[in-house]
């Protein structure tokens, strides 16, 4: 349901914030290569993610990313957004055209009540609460995921 891109992005922040207090720039070729994504294409996430104030980015030899005052405050549902775009929780989820309350598609109603627990979950959860204590951990399940 939620595309490589997101979680590319979520997995991404998650990593950088995991390591704030070893490393203050991450490059590129670091995440992608601990997250086992394409860096071509991790580099236009990243890039949305600096341009939407997620994260900084500096450039040079020791340039990279980097976690700035907004990062660990940011939402899930900012990231999906920005990823997505809005109409994620307004789309039907077996991609009728007009699927609304007076023209529902076969799993409108049961899918309605999941969409909004969604959307509550991802407006409600910051970039701060899935961190947890165990910051090893959360990278190992970050890397093999």
Known sequence: MLSKSFGYALRSVLYMAALQNEKKVIQLQEIAEQLDVPKHFLGKVMKRLVKKGIIDSSKGHA?????????????????????????????????????????????????????????NLFSETRIIDLLGEDKPALIRSLITA
């Open 63 to 119: 340039g990279g990313y980097a976690l700035n005052n907004k990062t660990l405050s940011v939402s899930v549902i900012d990231i999906l957004d920005l990823i997505e775009g809005e109409e994620l929780f307004s789309t039907c989820v077996i991609g009728f055209k007009k699927c609304n309350p007076g023209n529902p598609c076969p799993l409108h109603d049961q899918f309605s009540d999941t969409k909004k627990q969604m959307l």
